[in-house]
């Protein structure tokens, strides 16, 4: 059964639908999806595909929220309220047990800290709770000597960040994102979604792979105490997963900023549009300086734990050298690893967002966004 592609695209952009309806007809049958993109402020792609499904369906959108929760950040470093190159103690004396009070702030939000989790793990409740992971992690020793290595701090650099902007400001950083950046936009990108939206969200789905990628899966070495599984909470005694955790309520009502966003491809792609252009009559949030500074890569290499080569910018994924290198340099965002993918370009003026129900194989950004950026890159720089 072939799937109906809705929505719309502008002029000079019809080579993305076309892409789009591909990308569809490659998935199971009963795949749902969105696809969204501003150039310049202005929406140029807004196509959804799947049984009920609409432009304003919302779905858990993984480590994408770490976008989001950066956006934040960068916006309190560009007034001054954050500067980058402060040790962290500054903000949190608590933070620097253990051997981590010469870490700075710069260092923790390019995954340089070290404390990726803790030794005996994090409750289901604490999972949906920055602030109680926060007190949590800073009594933890860290997996390697702070600002020597990289890794990525999966489940908990939201809560890391966010006790800093905390302390700096007074105000969660869920707060500052919904009166700053989500209301004043509209967004449909929510750290915490309301009861009343409940109706619109679309439960994750758990990943179906072929018998070959289960194979794959089933020869990554995995074990308790890895420093893997101790980032994704896998050795406590009855860990959950990925698709439990976006689909618990707690988790999106409270939306911890590392991974537990609620969001369409429209908000995923509005809030990076508002963040480098202008929209609705309001200038970008990001000054080029800040746009230049959050995209810079800070840490490049072998990621201890994606046990893989991996960019990072400041609170961002260096976007064009981790997954599209045919991207502007400098562009920066972040992927979920339900399959979603969201970023910016500044030099293209490109925002894109992507979401899907279902789990994509490997996780990550789902493989198809390979060809969907190219095809929204290569239009963009045509108009």
């Given at each position: 059964?072939?799937?109906?592609i809705?929505?719309?695209?502008?002029?000079?952009?019809?080579a993305?639908?076309?892409?789009?309806?591909?990308s569809?007809?490659r998935?199971?049958?009963?795949y749902?999806?969105?696809l969204?993109?501003?150039?310049?402020g202005?929406?140029?792609?807004?196509?959804?595909?799947?049984e009920g499904?609409?432009?304003?369906?919302?779905?858990?959108?993984?480590s994408?929220t770490?976008?989001a929760?950066?956006?934040v950040?960068?916006?309190?470093?560009?007034?001054?309220?954050?500067?980058?190159?402060r040790?962290?103690?500054?903000?949190?004396?608590?933070?620097g047990?253990?051997?981590?009070?010469q870490?700075?702030?710069r260092?923790?939000?390019?995954?340089?800290?070290?404390?990726?989790?803790l030794d005996?793990?994090?409750?289901a409740?604490?999972?949906?709770?920055?602030?109680a992971?926060?007190?949590?992690l800073a009594?933890?020793?860290p997996?390697?000597?702070?600002?020597?290595?990289?890794?990525?701090?999966?489940?908990?650099?939201?809560a890391?960040s966010?006790?800093?902007?905390?302390?700096?400001?007074?105000?969660t950083?869920?707060?500052i994102?919904?009166?700053?950046?989500r209301?004043p936009y509209?967004?449909?990108f929510?750290?915490?979604l309301?009861?009343?939206?409940?109706?619109?969200?679309?439960?994750a789905?758990?990943?179906?792979?072929t018998?070959?990628?289960q194979a794959?899966l089933?020869?990554?070495?995995?074990?308790?105490h890895t420093l893997?599984?101790?980032?994704?909470?896998q050795?406590?005694?009855?860990?959950g997963?990925l698709?439990?955790?976006?689909n618990s309520r707690a988790?999106?009502?409270?939306?911890?900023?590392?991974?537990?966003?609620v969001?369409s491809a429209?908000?995923?792609?509005g809030?990076?549009?508002?963040?480098?252009?202008?929209?609705?009559?309001r200038?970008?949030l990001?000054k080029?300086d800040t746009?230049?500074?959050?995209g810079?890569?800070?840490?490049v290499?072998y990621?201890?734990?994606a046990?893989a080569?991996?960019s990072?910018g400041?609170?961002f994924?260096?976007?064009?050298?981790m997954?599209?290198?045919?991207?502007?340099?400098?562009?920066?965002?972040?992927?979920?690893?339900?399959?979603?993918q969201?970023?910016?370009d500044?030099?293209?003026g490109?925002a894109?967002?992507?979401?899907?129900r279902?789990?994509?194989f490997?996780g990550?950004a789902a493989?198809?966004?390979e060809?969907?950026?190219?095809a929204?890159?290569?239009?963009?720089?045509t108009?």
């Amino acid at each position: 059964m072939t799937q109906e592609i809705h929505g719309t695209v502008a002029d000079g952009f019809e080579a993305v639908r076309e892409e789009f309806t591909a990308s569809v007809a490659r998935e199971r049958p009963d795949y749902e999806g969105q696809l969204s993109a501003y150039v310049h402020g202005r929406q140029v792609v807004d196509l959804w595909a799947g049984e009920g499904v609409g432009p304003d369906s919302l779905y858990g959108v993984f480590s994408s929220t770490k976008g989001a929760a950066h956006l934040v950040v960068a916006l309190l470093v560009q007034e001054g309220t954050l500067e980058p190159d402060r040790k962290v103690t500054y903000y949190w004396p608590e933070f620097g047990a253990e051997g981590k009070g010469q870490l700075t702030l710069r260092e923790l939000l390019s995954h340089r800290a070290g404390v990726v989790g803790l030794d005996a793990g994090f409750t289901a409740q604490e999972l949906a709770d920055d602030r109680a992971m926060a007190e949590r992690l800073a009594d933890q020793k860290p997996f390697w000597r702070p600002g020597t290595a990289f890794g990525y701090h999966a489940l908990v650099i939201g809560a890391l960040s966010g006790e800093i902007v905390r302390r700096a400001t007074g105000r969660t950083l869920q707060e500052i994102y919904e009166e700053r950046i989500r209301a004043p936009y509209g967004l449909d990108f929510h750290l915490g979604l309301p009861a009343s939206l409940e109706p619109r969200y679309r439960s994750a789905q758990p990943m179906t792979p072929t018998a070959e990628q289960q194979a794959l899966l089933d020869a990554a070495p995995t074990a308790p105490h890895t420093l893997t599984a101790i980032a994704f909470n896998q050795q406590v005694p009855e860990p959950g997963d990925l698709v439990d955790y976006a689909n618990s309520r707690a988790v999106r009502a409270k939306g911890p900023a590392s991974a537990g966003g609620v969001a369409s491809a429209r908000g995923l792609a509005g809030m990076y549009a508002a963040a480098i252009s202008e929209r609705s009559d309001r200038p970008p949030l990001l000054k080029p300086d800040t746009i230049a500074e959050v995209g810079q890569i800070h840490s490049v290499g072998y990621d201890l734990v994606a046990r893989a080569h991996k960019s990072y910018g400041l609170g961002f994924q260096a976007t064009a050298d981790m997954w599209h290198p045919f991207l502007g340099a400098g562009a920066f965002g972040h992927s979920g690893a339900g399959g979603s993918q969201a970023f910016a370009d500044p030099r293209s003026g490109l925002a894109y967002g992507y979401t899907r129900r279902r789990m994509a194989f490997p996780g990550g950004a789902a493989p198809e966004n390979e060809r969907l950026v190219r095809a929204v890159h290569q239009a963009a720089l045509t108009v």
